[in-house]
Nanobody, 118 residues
Framework: QVQLVESGGGLVQPGGSLRLSCAASGFDLEDYDIGWFRQVPGRERQSVSCIRSRGYDTTLYLDSVRGRFTVSRDSAKNTVYLAMNDLKPEDSGVYYC??????????WGQGTQVTVSS
């Protein structure tokens, strides 16, 4: 079964850090661009970061997170990570990983909630 499963969300104070994980099963993550997206109530799902497939290995970031977030891939674990540092309240939302850098992805995880609040 082809699926993505996110984990690692939670409640953190401003300035804190979290690391999200996106574990794949049924396919090799390296063969796909893997994107991270954020959604808040009443707004469209927004691309936050992406790591391109094997052979490209380019990383992409939303301007507001560049320098604070880092996307990486562990091929042995078939997992993509999103390390988030210096978190701000506006980073809050449900974070999803998907099998593309844009919302046309065909495989999506179930999402993990990130709340940044004091």
């Amino acid at each position: 079964q082809v699926q993505l499963v996110e984990s690692g969300g939670g409640l953190v104070q401003p300035g804190g850090s979290l690391r999200l994980s996106c574990a794949a099963s049924g396919f090799d993550l390296e063969d796909y661009d893997i994107g991270w997206f954020r959604q808040v109530p009443g707004r469209e799902r927004q691309s936050v970061s992406c790591i391109r497939s094997r052979g490209y290995d380019t990383t992409l970031y939303l301007d507001s997170v560049r320098g604070r977030f880092t996307v990486s891939r562990d091929s042995a674990k078939n997992t993509v990570y999103l390390a988030m540092n210096d978190l701000k309240p506006e980073d809050s939302g449900v974070y999803y990983c998907a099998s593309n850098c844009n919302t046309d992805a065909t495989v999506w995880g179930q999402g993990t909630q990130v709340t940044v609040s004091s």
